[in-house]
């Protein structure tokens, strides 16, 4: 049998060289691998000026993004920091250290955007803005890393809607500014006027399934007190504490209230009701201002810079009801007023963006009565939500007797005041200590459970006490 004849080859058919790769292109697969987590080599940059609170470093420009944590190594072992501006030639890092501890010279690495994956177990935990354990118990369990930046907040009209009231166990919260699932209050007080014993009076509300606390620029001292005395072991049990104190970094400070946000995010996704306490978003204004004007931006407003007013909206509006089938962040923000000046740029570009606000007054706080909330001055947008109508109109009412009683105080201080002359002021005077009275409170005291109820029983019990027999 005669062998088969051979078939044609056409062009097509034959197999295809591929073109030698040149150096030049051989370079530059090399380059890549560098970024590799597991690369034995990497690409990094070298540090070229270093001032108090940053320093410069070149070589990173091409590959580096805002955000980006950076790994410097010296003789002093390896520090963390953050890029936080990018030029042509050099980028500007943030350290997380108490200071830039660099030198010239000195090997930089990028290591990409910080990832936070919080896990349940977290719970009962104090950790730093950088997700370490500061408690001294075991490692942190790691939750699932989603390999991307996660965008958490969800869109306006995707959002759930807020209506479900609930109950703090602060009678002057609860009657004059009740809150609701979701909601952002703001706390506005000096310092030393008693906000920081309000937030833990509301963090050991029994309504949430889970509390997130955030202590950026307290002192240091105070931390502990106020987790172990003020909180308590119970309500502790279903709290992440994320503490920044006043002595670390401007952006240790920067990013606990990003943290502490972060794990929220990740407790309200599994369907819990978080409670998150914010204790103080001025003092993350300052760390902001700090690292902002270290990379040269201008101050635009008694000393902040135009990115601090950018920031805050972005911080405060990741707070609030989650997608629809999911849980809720109610956040409480405190906002340490500078010379309990009401106005000063912070707490008038917060007071828009939170949906309430409660004032603490030192004039209240001077004469004992605590927790010393200005009725009159704190409002909040959704309360229509949560009274009936019956106690909306007993509301109006009862600011209307307060505030008729704080108008006439230097009249009746003069002597001026005669009682039978104005029967609405007779009884503004009668019943308004009564109503003080009632609303001190002590984070010793039982949680009121039926606020207007406790209120109601006080002035009835004293007005008998005081009827002649």
Same mark, same amino acid.
């Given at each position: 049998?005669?062998?088969?004849?051979?078939?044609?080859?056409?062009?097509?058919?034959?197999? +295809?060289?591929?073109?030698?790769?040149?150096?030049?292109?051989?370079?530059?697969?090399?380059?890549?691998?560098?970024?590799?987590?597991?690369?034995?080599?990497?690409?990094?940059?070298?540090?070229?000026?270093?001032?108090?609170?940053?320093?410069?470093?070149?070589?990173?420009?091409?590959?580096?993004?805002?955000?980006?944590?950076?790994?410097?190594?010296?003789?002093?072992?390896?520090?963390?920091?953050?890029?936080?501006?990018?030029?042509?030639?050099?980028?500007?890092?943030?350290?997380?250290? &108490?200071?830039? /501890?660099?030198?010239?010279?000195?090997?930089?690495?990028?290591?990409?955007?910080?990832?936070?994956?919080?896990?349940?177990?977290? &719970?009962?935990?104090?950790?730093?803005?950088?997700?370490?354990?500061?408690?001294?118990?075991?490692?942190?369990? &790691?939750?699932? /890393?989603?390999?991307?930046?996660?965008?958490?907040?969800?869109?306006?009209?995707?959002?759930?809607?807020?209506?479900?009231?609930?109950?703090?166990?602060?009678?002057?919260?609860?009657?004059?500014?009740?809150?609701?699932?979701?909601?952002?209050?703001?706390?506005?007080?000096?310092?030393?006027?008693?906000?920081?014993?309000?937030? #833990?009076?509301?963090?050991?509300?029994?309504?949430?399934?889970?509390?997130?606390?955030?202590?950026?620029?307290?002192?240091?001292?105070?931390?502990?007190?106020?987790?172990?005395?003020?909180?308590? /072991? +119970?309500?502790?049990?279903?709290?992440?504490?994320?503490?920044?104190?006043?002595?670390?970094?401007?952006?240790?400070?920067?990013?606990?209230?990003?943290?502490?946000?972060?794990?929220?995010?990740?407790?309200?996704?599994?369907?819990?009701?978080?409670?998150?306490?914010?204790?103080?978003?001025?003092?993350? #204004?300052?760390?902001?201002?700090?690292?902002?004007?270290?990379?040269?931006?201008?101050?635009?407003?008694?000393?902040?810079?135009?990115?601090?007013?950018?920031?805050?909206?972005?911080?405060?509006?990741?707070?609030?009801?989650?997608?629809?089938?999911?849980?809720?962040?109610?956040?409480?923000?405190?906002?340490?007023?500078?010379?309990?000046?009401?106005?000063?740029?912070?707490?008038?570009?917060?007071?828009?963006?939170?949906?309430?606000?409660?004032?603490?007054?030192?004039?209240? #706080?001077? +004469?004992?009565?605590?927790?010393?909330?200005?009725?009159?001055?704190?409002?909040?947008?959704?309360?229509?939500? #949560?009274?009936?109508?019956?106690?909306?109109?007993?509301?109006?009412?009862?600011?209307?007797?307060?505030?008729?009683?704080?108008?006439?105080?230097?009249?009746?201080?003069?002597?001026?005041?005669?009682?039978?002359?104005?029967?609405?002021?007779?009884?503004?005077?009668?019943?308004?200590?009564?109503?003080?009275?009632?609303?001190?409170?002590?984070?010793?005291?039982?949680?009121?459970?039926?606020?207007?109820?406790?209120?109601?029983?006080?002035?009835?019990?004293? +007005?008998?006490?005081?009827?002649?027999?």
């Amino acid at each position: 049998m005669s062998p088969p004849a051979s078939l044609p080859i056409r062009a097509d058919d034959r197999p +295809q060289q591929q073109a030698p790769e040149t150096r030049l292109a051989l370079l530059e697969r090399l380059w890549h691998r560098f970024e590799s987590d597991d690369a034995v080599l990497r690409r990094g940059g070298r540090v070229s000026e270093v001032s108090a609170t940053h320093y410069h470093v070149r070589g990173l420009s091409d590959i580096a993004r805002l955000g980006d944590v950076v790994e410097q190594r010296s003789r002093f072992g390896a520090r963390l920091g953050e890029i936080v501006r990018i030029g042509r030639d050099e980028v500007v890092v943030a350290p997380f250290e &108490r200071s830039a /501890d660099a030198g010239i010279g000195d090997a930089v690495f990028r290591r990409g955007p910080l990832a936070i994956t919080p896990h349940p177990s977290w &719970r009962g935990r104090a950790i730093d803005a950088l997700a370490r354990a500061i408690d001294g118990g075991p490692p942190l369990v &790691r939750g699932v /890393d989603p390999g991307e930046p996660v965008h958490a907040t969800p869109g306006a009209m995707a959002r759930q809607r807020v209506g479900t009231p609930f109950m703090t166990g602060v009678r002057a919260i609860d009657i004059f500014t009740p809150l609701c699932f979701g909601q952002r209050m703001g706390i506005f007080a000096g310092s030393g006027v008693g906000k920081s014993t309000l937030l #833990a009076m509301l963090a050991g509300a029994d309504a949430f399934d889970t509390v997130v606390v955030a202590l950026v620029g307290e002192r240091g001292r105070e931390v502990r007190e106020f987790l172990e005395d003020t909180i308590g /072991d +119970q309500a502790m049990a279903k709290t992440v504490a994320v503490v920044a104190t006043s002595d670390e970094s401007a952006m240790m400070r920067r990013r606990a209230p990003d943290t502490a946000m972060r794990v929220a995010e990740h407790f309200r996704d599994q369907g819990h009701r978080v409670l998150l306490v914010l204790d103080s978003i001025t003092r993350f #204004a300052h760390a902001l201002r700090e690292v902002a004007t270290g990379t040269g931006e201008p101050p635009v407003a008694r000393g902040y810079p135009a990115s601090v007013f950018t920031d805050l909206p972005k911080l405060l509006e990741r707070a609030g009801p989650g997608l629809e089938g999911a849980g809720s962040i109610t956040a409480i923000i405190s906002v340490l007023v500078d010379g309990d000046d009401h106005n000063d740029p912070v707490a008038d570009s917060v007071r828009g963006i939170l949906d309430g606000h409660v004032v603490l007054d030192r004039a209240i #706080a001077e +004469q004992g009565r605590y927790p010393p909330v200005n009725p009159l001055s704190s409002i909040s947008r959704l309360a229509g939500k #949560a009274w009936s109508p019956d106690q909306r109109a007993l509301v109006a009412r009862l600011k209307a007797m307060i505030s008729r009683f704080e108008d006439t105080r230097d009249i009746r201080l003069l002597g001026a005041y005669q009682g039978g002359a104005d029967p609405e002021l007779d009884m503004a005077v009668r019943q308004v200590p009564l109503i003080y009275e009632a609303l001190m409170q002590s984070p010793k005291d039982r949680p009121s459970a039926e606020p207007f109820a406790d209120l109601a029983r006080h002035l009835k019990v004293k +007005q008998n006490a005081d009827a002649p027999d």
